[in-house]
């Protein structure tokens, strides 16, 4: 069955530190996005990719990137991590826009 | 900037009444996506409404959008415990850019 996975599930760092966050799908959607959850604010988005080389800024991007090198990964870093970052992330991909967006489980991202 | 408000934010409801959760959105979205999530878990995807007039319904949720109103509607109908989740709608404007409700968290008491 086609799945998206999220690596790792958990994580500790401290702040200042590079971290990245694995996304990796077997739909072969084009479409993938990654928000941030965090109680109050329900998910925010990060930053979405329509396609290998596409990547857009969402309405939380400052301080992580993306990049998209093929159809089933994407990556999402975060360069220099602080302790705001402290959220749970979600990976989504999806068909088209007009369809529904599969999501990872989640990664619990801590940063002291 | 879309913005998407639901209320109630927090449900408490009896098993086998029926309510309705509500979502406004601030200006002209589209498509309307609703997604259920457990706790400590992943959201899982309801419906999608991709015109004014849409319904949809799965069991006992039913859901409407109102582009005019800018409103959606996610009805639940004789709730059971299994209903019980938090409940999101999210709209996306002309950019694709998604932009989600602070969420519903329901609660069904026996």
């Known amino acids: 069955d086609a799945e998206i996975t999220q690596s790792p599930r958990h994580k500790i760092t401290e702040t200042g530190r590079q971290v990245t966050l694995a996304c990796h799908q077997t739909?072969?959607?084009?479409?993938m996005f990654w928000y941030r959850q965090d109680l109050g604010h329900g998910l925010r988005l990060i930053h979405y990719?329509?396609?290998?080389?596409?990547?857009n800024k969402g309405e939380v991007s400052d301080g992580y990137s993306v990049s998209r090198s093929n159809t089933e990964d994407l990556p999402l870093t975060l360069e220099s991590a602080a302790s705001s970052q402290t959220s749970v992330y979600f990976c989504?991909?999806?068909?088209?826009?007009?369809?529904?967006?599969?999501f990872g489980d989640g990664t619990r991202l801590s940063i002291l | 900037e879309l913005k998407v408000e639901q209320n109630p934010l927090f449900l408490s409801m009896q098993e086998g009444k029926n309510y309705t959760i509500y979502c406004n959105y601030s200006?002209?979205?589209?498509?309307l996506y609703w997604y259920r999530q457990d706790p400590g878990k992943s959201l899982e995807s309801l419906f999608v409404?991709?015109?004014?007039?849409a319904v949809k319904q799965e069991g006992r949720l039913m859901a409407s959008l109102d582009t005019k109103a800018r409103l959606s509607t996610l009805h639940i109908t004789a709730a059971v415990h299994d209903l019980s989740a938090t409940y999101f709608c999210?709209?996306?404007?002309?950019?694709?850019?998604?932009?989600f409700g602070t969420g519903t968290s329901l609660t069904v008491i026996p």
């Open positions: 409404l991709l015109s004014n007039g």
């Open positions: 989504a991909s999806s068909e088209s826009i007009e369809r529904p967006q599969h």
């Open positions: 999210a709209g996306a404007n002309t950019g694709n850019q998604f932009y």
């Open positions: 990719s329509y396609g290998v080389h596409d990547t």
């Open positions: 200006t002209t979205s589209d498509r």
């Open positions: 739909w072969n959607h084009n479409n």
